[in-house]
T-cell receptor
Framework: AQSVAQPEDQVNVAEGNPLTVKCTYSVSGNPYLFWYVQYPNRGLQFLLKYITGDNLVKGSYGFEAEFNKSQTSFHLKKPSALVSDSALYFC???????????FGTGTRLLVSP | DGGITQSPKYLFRKEGQNVTLSCEQNLNHDAMYWYRQDPGQGLRLIYYSQIVNDFQKGDIAEGYSVSREKKESFPLTVTSAQKNPTAFYLCASVDSQETQYFGPGTRLLVL
């Protein structure tokens, strides 16, 4: 069965500092991995994905994530946080053998001025 | 949210009533999904459809029904059998590169 874990309910960071939002996964095959962001009372917006290729993936708004197969992780990172990055972030995984995308429980990012 | 619309934004259901949530997309995507979002639980899959006139149950299909008569439309009905329907409902469509695009959501409340 496929699963994904986001171990932190909330991450706090000061504006201008680097941020990391953690994600680990479990699948039987090679994973498809995604990060989405959600602002209050809105739908999810796609940030980036890893399907194949380079382990370092660059996405929207300066975010990036690194696929680490040995640690089964796909942490989201940004070199310099903005107050406007404050939102709810979801990691998701799909095993190519299944049609379903499995989401983590979300991590709330709070960037203070 | 571009390309996918959901209506209404807020919906109120009386006990014993069936209500239908609309989801329309103009992205020409074959696959569409319905999720339920509750605080602290992430998104849970209700139903999905890979192609017109075909759909499959997700993880929490009980008390819900769907139809897929047109490629652009994937309405979700919350039936009276769903005893705890209060939640934020999200519809998504999927492109050929596996990316899901989400609508703005419908918040369902029980009177």
């Amino acid at each position: 069965a496929q699963s994904v874990a986001q171990p932190e309910d909330q991450v706090n960071v000061a504006e201008g500092n680097p941020l990391t939002v953690k994600c680990t996964y479990s699948v039987s095959g090679n994973p498809y991995l995604f990060w989405y962001v959600q602002y209050p009372n809105r739908g999810l917006q796609f940030l980036l994905k890893y399907i194949t290729g380079d382990n370092l993936v660059k996405g929207s708004y300066g975010f990036e994530a690194e696929f680490n197969k040995s640690q089964t992780s796909f942490h989201l990172k940004k070199p310099s946080a903005l107050v406007s990055d404050s939102a709810l972030y979801f990691c998701a995984v799909r095993d190519p053998g299944f049609q379903k995308l499995v989401f983590g429980t979300g991590t709330r990012l709070l960037v203070s001025p | 949210d571009g390309g996918i619309t959901q209506s209404p934004k807020y919906l109120f259901r009386k006990e014993g009533q069936n209500v239908t949530l609309s989801c329309e997309q103009n992205l020409n995507h074959d696959a569409m999904y319905w999720y339920r979002q509750d605080p602290g639980q992430g998104l849970r899959l209700i139903y999905y459809s890979q192609i017109v006139n075909d759909f499959q149950k997700g993880d929490i299909a009980e008390g819900y029904s769907v139809s897929r008569e047109k490629k652009e439309s994937f309405p979700l009905t919350v039936t009276s059998a769903q005893k705890n329907p209060t939640a934020f409902y999200l519809c998504a469509s999927v492109d050929s590169q596996e990316t899901q695009y989400f609508g703005p959501g419908t918040r369902l409340l029980v009177l």
